[in-house]
């Protein structure tokens, strides 16, 4: 079958919103990645979509996970997924989370803070402990804030701590943003573990890891370079900092691994214009902000958006369902959509895979969270059951 | 009990976070509000809470319900709502959503496009109708945008339509935005709906309603006027614009009916600095943006927030739990928390009854929505099944 026949087959049984997946583009961009760098460990970062069926297939593909909390945690175990290739990278953890964590055989930790180091120690005794040192992520569509990360002064206090509470100081973790279109960054962050890596290396600490975080992007409404361009840059910062000492290299990849598997099918609700002078259209779908397309925040992730029809593309301004006013998706930023668009017809937001389905409210304003369907365009086969 | 012992045996049998409702708040508000609207129609926005405890007490007090869509209205009639009770707000309808609505027994529908209109002429005959005219929000903290509402000159157009299309214009309603701090929003709106009043009249079109829409506020970090204020000012403006030709009012407040009655109940995962020379705390919560805080996006709701603690007041950052770099509370606006504020605390977020458990995400970052308790202080008793 085609995609078009499985999005009909799909639709003879759901209505809209649904977000379909599609098991076959993960698989390819697992399985590319892997190849661009192929001694590396690949860490997904399940948050952008935990759906069963995508952690099944990674986890069968021989991918490990990056979780962001214990009930990510829970979801990975329930899956009979192996322990020891999860690690537990929120900065953030209550310490009954860490103990939960590492009572469940958990041994990759990443911290920020001496609190969070201290927490760990106490509770996930001689753990492998990851350090995520501060970068700026500019370039970035989902931009970094000063949440999470430290400076690297702090980071190397951290590690001589560690060291002291008996814990393994591992490796340093930088993130450049998601979606980060400047592959610059990540010479900024290679540069930073290669000064942690000498420095600590003086004081008889030998870090194993440079994890690079994520960062590497989806197919959205607007381009950034491939991702060979990106691993080709990456390697490059590499060999330039570390020589012939390449340290292991972990990649967490959320948004490149699942962002294009799916597409989300809206229906139009409703069409018109505030005035009669307006010549922007209104269009409003049956997905939003609150029940899908939480990115759409300040217009910063632009999904590709199709429909069926041929007409001349105009601009229009594109809303959500809910009787709130934010529920805009996007406004500055306008749409060229068909003229004869109608009420009643399809939309085809694509690269929905990522950050759509967990993000959905659970009931605002009374709309339940959008329905995935999983299908396998390599396998032939949709599974049945939504979540 | 008093509100300490009622917390405390809350939490004695659940974890935070948990979001804690006083029924007893929820009857006080509305009460007063009938007081102060005495021959008004007080339609619910049950968007704001739709906790079945406070939708049954509040159609037992004899309130009406406004809803934003068909599962909100599901909601109201599995409780049984008598249907004549029930508006339906929401102008952005399927035509299978008016329709059912219809069939339960829904006559009253607001509108702000032709093409809406015509959806209920089809499938909601002789019902009538609320035109919803555009005012432009200006001094409410959570802001209106351009998505309701049309031109005066529209509204006008569209009442003409509707009587050919055997429809009863009704009303004309206007929103002022939502926790609206000038009360002199509603003299330009109610001054719209006295113009399209009198030229309606003109065309033999006499409209019986004025719907004052929502907007007035509830308790938060910055104080607005007390709501007697609101009411003696409101009544001045249709007085000076109506006089002794009164026409019938409603009004649709959800968060003054609600807000005062929770209080979100959190734990401080973390508190740490990003380097040794940074004088701000962060504070990290176990709850967020994604699991109840979603209306401190831009930080335009500011909750009171208190923790059991008497040290000195310094300044902090606040943010929730998950690695979502967005999930920041408060970083602009600096909270002022106890400097002997320790990990493990519980922080007592105030003023949470409103947008917050119905806006979760149904597991960002695996974090499951909060969950609700609620409790009436009045006649003692805590419900205990959480949703």
């Not at 010549?279 to 925040?297: A, C, H, P, Q, S």
């Not at 601009?315 to 959509?337: F, H, N, R, V």
């Not at 929905?352 to 409210?361: D, E, M």
Request: charged fraction near 25%; aromatic fraction near 12%.
């Amino acid at each position: 079958m085609n995609k078009n026949e499985y999005y009909e087959k799909i639709l003879s049984t759901n209505d809209t919103p649904v977000l379909i997946i599609d098991l076959a583009i993960v698989r390819q961009r697992f399985l590319f990645l892997k190849k661009l760098f192929p001694m590396s460990h690949i860490f997904y970062a399940m948050k952008a979509n935990p759906h069963p069926k995508v952690l099944e297939l990674l986890n069968d593909l021989g991918a490990c996970f990056d979780v962001a909390s214990v009930y990510e945690l829970k979801n990975l175990l329930d899956l009979k997924v192996d322990p020891s290739k999860i690690s537990f990278g929120n900065t953030i953890k209550k310490k009954k989370d860490i103990a939960y964590a590492f009572s469940k055989g958990i041994r990759y930790f990443t911290t920020d803070s001496l609190e969070d180091l201290e927490h760990i120690a106490s509770h996930a005794p001689k753990a492998n402990v990851f350090f995520r040192v501060m970068t700026n992520g500019l370039g970035a569509d989902w931009p970094l804030s000063r949440k999470f990360g430290c400076h690297q002064d702090n980071v190397y206090t951290l590690a001589l701590r560690a060291r002291d509470l008996n814990l393994r100081p591992y490796g340093i973790i930088f993130h450049v943003g998601s979606q980060q279109r400047d592959i610059g960054q990540w010479d900024e962050g290679v540069s930073k573990c290669k000064y942690l890596f000498s420095l600590l290396e003086k004081e008889g600490i030998k870090l194993k890891t440079v994890n690079l975080g994520g960062g590497l992007p989806a197919d959205y409404y607007e381009n950034a370079p491939s991702v060979e361009v990106y691993a080709r840059e990456i390697w490059r910062f590499l060999k330039e900092d570390f020589g012939e000492d390449m340290p292991e290299v972990w990649l967490e990849p959320g948004r490149y691994l699942v962002g294009d598997s799916g597409t989300l099918i809206s229906e139009v609700i409703l069409i018109s214009r505030k005035s009669n002078l307006n010549m922007t259209r209104w269009v409003y779908l049956d997905v939003g902000k609150f029940n899908g397309l939480m990115e759409t925040i300040d217009e910063l992730i632009k999904y590709p958006i199709d429909t069926d029809r041929k007409g001349q593309p105009s601009s229009c301004i594109l809303a959500g369902p809910t009787c709130d006013s934010m529920d805009i998706l996007y406004e500055k930023y306008k749409y060229q959509l068909p003229e004869d668009l109608q009420i009643g017809d399809k939309v085809y937001i694509r690269t929905a895979g990522a950050y759509t389905q967990s993000y959905s409210s659970v009931g605002f304003n009374g709309f339940p969270p959008i329905k995935t369907i999983v299908y396998d365009s390599e396998q032939n086969v949709i599974f049945s059951d939504a979540n």
